[in-house]
Each structure stands twice: as structure tokens, then as C-alpha cells.
């Protein structure tokens, strides 16, 4: 049960982050050249867009289920599984997005699991 909180933080995570680089670009939102009150304003608007805010509550619920995680573990064995939503969002970034697919990529992300697996078991 208590790996379900990991689990959880890793999918509203995920979520998270998807549907505001999707939004983001669906929108063609761009910070303005201007002054900060332009800037602000231009973020605000985008903020209140519906999904931009189901995005920003699933950071929200993430961090709940992260809270009860570190309940739950010791920081030093639960944080390492947190490295799967890198891997995560960048396949659906390629599959769903359309980003980049490189070779370097490929192999940071080998490192970044072999590094996970090193530092859970041992």
C-alpha cells in the first residue's frame, strides 16, 4: 500500500507536466518581450485556462500523495523513484508531443535508471 503513494505522486506528476507543455503550446503562449506587469498578466491569463488549472492541482494532489510517501519512507529510498517520471514524460513527450528523439537522451535516461537501481538497492 504505502508504494501506492509513490505510484500516485509519479502519475499526478506526470500528468502534470504533460498538460501544461501541451496547453502551453496548444495555446501558443509566449512570455512577452515586455515589461513585468505584461508578463504577468499574460501568465495569469494562461492560468486560468481549465486544463492549465487541472494541471496546477495535480502538482497539488502530487505533492498530498508525496507528503504521505515521506511518511512512509526514508527520503533516501522513496525521492530515487521519482527519477521514473523523467523517464516517463520524456517517452510521451516524443510519442505524444512530437519532441526530440536523440541518442543522448537515450543514454541520459539509461544512467538516470541504472542510477535508480543502484541507489534503491543499495
Avoid at 8 to 17: D, E, H, L, S
Avoid at 32 to 55: E, M, N, Q, Y
Avoid at 84 to 109: A, N, P, Q, Y
Amino acid at each position: 500500500m504505502r508504494f501506492l503513494y509513490i505510484f500516485a505522486t509519479i502519475v499526478f506528476t506526470v500528468y502534470g507536466q504533460m498538460i501544461l507543455k501541451w496547453r502551453i503550446r496548444k495555446t501558443g503562449f509566449s512570455l512577452p518581450d515586455t515589461g513585468f506587469s505584461d508578463k504577468l498578466t499574460a501568465l495569469l491569463r494562461l492560468v486560468f485556462d481549465p486544463l492549465i488549472l487541472s494541471g496546477l492541482l495535480s502538482a497539488f494532489i502530487a505533492s498530498l500523495f508525496w507528503m504521505a510517501a515521506m511518511s512512509k519512507f526514508e527520503i533516501t529510498r522513496a525521492y530515487p523513484f521519482m527519477s521514473i517520471s523523467t523517464v516517463i514524460i520524456f517517452i510521451l513527450g516524443v510519442r505524444v508531443l512530437g519532441e526530440t528523439f536523440t541518442t543522448g537522451k537515450v543514454l541520459g535516461l539509461i544512467l538516470i535508471i541504472l542510477g535508480t537501481i543502484v541507489t534503491v538497492k543499495f
